[in-house]
Each structure stands twice: as structure tokens, then as C-alpha cells.
């Protein structure tokens, strides 16, 4: 990273140079934009890995084991990997709810590994959030606060790590990102055997741009977007009204028709102009969609907040 000097939106000279010029492409704009991955926070162990006389868990930085690991298909049932967290996860519940956090690996289109979650804190629940989480936290991280919520709203959760998370191999990028989400969906579908109707899709931040795009191929029971992105150089420039042929993550427009209604959470009202230009028409929409609006006034605090 170059050395800071006078600013432009935030940005020296040198910073914009690096980040538009090394190299020029969109898809690693993009990504220097919008994929912060931390140090894994999780292993992931297979059957034989664990038990009385297994190892204990690597540390954080080694987190990514070299030995293959079990993945999703016929055969495969859930529970069959242990999950260990390190201290930076900052679990805050028992062994108990650790215990009924289910872990396993999934394949994507583009054969990387995924590190897939699910989080079964209400048996009995008709609804699974299939939840897409924000760009600088992995599954560890989140793990405590997907019991937290799905306790408190009477619902399951689904989740996966992107490429180049956690334990997820590959390397973090737009693409890879629709494949994640696609491979997560089929996860869900034909291993826990949830139907489309009971799949509530919830995306935060880097997280919507995934759901986005799954949202307007499958038909679900509804869509949340948490602090969504506009597009990739609007992270960037808040104050783009163009949208440009170089721009990453341009699913300006969210598709118009289908039975899912929209949830959208914006901090202030200044803000909330955010999801109309999501929820905006274009000439290849395929289903309607009723948005449902909330605003949370943040007094200062950050957008993910």
C-alpha cells in the first residue's frame, strides 16, 4: 500500500493509483474495494480427526488444513466435522449451542471448497435464513451472534464462508461470490431438505450483492438486504450517479417480479436511497417485489452497525 498523502474522498493519489492501476481490471478493484478476509478464526475437522485422543484444534493462522476434508453429497450427514473456534471468534455460549452448530464442506461451480454452517436454533421453525455475511468476518466470528439471532426470531440459519474465507479455499472475487451463494443454495436444498418457500435470503453489506443475484433466479420467501452496496465504485464514491462499463458489482437493478417480498434496512434517511436504486426497474426484470422498509439511526456509529 502506498504512503498517504492529500486526500480525495478519503483517498491519496497514491492509494487511487494503487487501487485503480495495479492492475487496471475491475474484478481486482473490486476486490482491494470489498473483500477484507481475516485470519480464520475456525477449524473445521473431519471424524477421524477428533475424539478422545485427537490433536487440539490448530491455531488461527493454520486454519485452512492441506488434507482433504469431507464435502457435501450422498452420504454425507450432518455432523459428520467438529467445529473449533479460536479465541478471536469470541464465543459467548456454551458447549451446549456449540453443539448444535452443524459444519461440513460443499463444492462450488468453480471448484473451490466452501466452508458451509448451519445453525439449528429452532427444530421446530418453518423458516431457514440463508444469511450471506459482511466482507471482513468469517463463520467463527459469526457463530455467536447467528445463535443470538435465530433464537430470538424463531428461525434456523444457513451460512457459508466466501472464497478465500475461513476455511474456504480459493481467492475472494465477484464471481466466485454467485457461485458461493449458488452452491450454498443447493446445500440447503438437497441436504437439509428445505424448500424454497421457507428460505429466507438475508444479505449484509458484500453479503447483498450474492443475494442479489440469487434472488432474481430462484424464488424464495423473501429477501433482506442489510446495508446494501450500490455498486463497487460507489463504496468508493458515494456521489457516482453514472454507472461505468469498468464498475464491479453493478446489479443496479434488483429483478421485478416473483412472490418474494424485499426487506431493506438503511442507517439514516439520507441513506435510504440506497435500496430504490437496487429495487429500480430495467428492462431485464423477471419478478415484483414489495419493498418493506425499516431505518436505523446509527449517532455515528458504522454502517454495518
Not at 4 to 19: D, H, I, Q, V
Not at 76 to 92: F, K, N, T, V, Y
Not at 152 to 167: E, H, L, T
Request: charged fraction near 15%; hydrophobic fraction near 35%.
Amino acid at each position: 500500500m502506498p504512503e498517504p498523502g492529500p486526500r480525495m474522498n478519503g483517498f491519496s493519489l497514491g492509494e487511487l493509483c494503487w487501487l485503480f492501476c495495479c492492475p487496471p481490471c475491475p474484478s481486482r478493484i473490486a476486490a482491494k474495494l470489498a473483500f477484507l478476509p481475516p485470519e480464520p478464526t475456525y477449524t473445521v475437522l473431519a471424524p477421524e480427526q477428533r475424539g478422545p485422543g485427537a490433536p487440539a484444534p490448530a491455531p488461527a493462522a493454520a486454519a485452512q488444513p492441506a488434507a482433504p476434508q469431507p464435502e457435501e453429497g450422498p452420504g454425507a450427514g450432518p455432523g459428520a466435522c467438529s467445529l473449533h473456534l479460536s479465541e478471536r471468534a469470541d464465543w459467548q455460549y456454551s458447549q451446549r449451542e456449540l453443539d448444535a452448530v452443524e459444519v461440513f464442506f460443499s463444492r462450488t461451480a468453480r471448484d473451490n471448497r466452501l466452508g458451509c454452517m448451519f445453525v439449528r436454533c429452532a427444530p421446530s421453525s418453518r423458516y431457514t435464513l440463508l444469511f450471506s455475511h459482511g466482507n471482513a468476518v468469517d463463520l467463527g466470528q459469526m457463530c455467536s451472534f447467528y445463535i443470538g439471532l435465530g433464537s430470538r426470531i424463531n428461525c434456523n440459519i444457513f451460512s457459508y464462508d466466501y472464497s478465500g474465507y475461513g476455511v474456504s479455499s480459493g481467492r475472494p472475487s465477484e464471481k466466485n461470490l454467485y457461485a458461493d451463494i449458488d452452491a450454498a443454495w443447493q446445500a440447503l436444498r438437497t441436504r437439509y431438505g428445505v424448500s424454497p418457500e421457507n428460505i429466507i435470503l438475508y444479505g449484509q453489506s458484500i453479503g447483498t450483492v450474492p443475494t442479489v443475484d440469487l434472488a432474481s433466479r430462484y424464488e424464495c420467501a423473501a429477501v433482506i438486504l442489510h446495508s446494501p452496496l450500490m455498486s463497487g465504485l460507489r463504496v468508493a464514491f458515494p456521489d457516482t450517479r453514472k454507472t461505468y462499463c469498468f464498475d464491479a458489482f453493478p446489479r443496479t437493478s434488483f429483478p421485478a417480479e416473483g412472490p418474494a417480498p424485499a426487506m431493506g434496512g438503511a442507517r439514516t434517511r439520507a441513506h435510504a436511497g440506497v435500496l430504490p436504486h437496487r429495487l429500480s426497474q430495467s428492462g431485464q426484470n423477471r419478478c415484483q417485489l414489495s419493498p418493506c422498509w425499516f431505518l436505523v439511526p446509527t449517532d455515528g456509529r458504522r454502517r454495518n452497525d
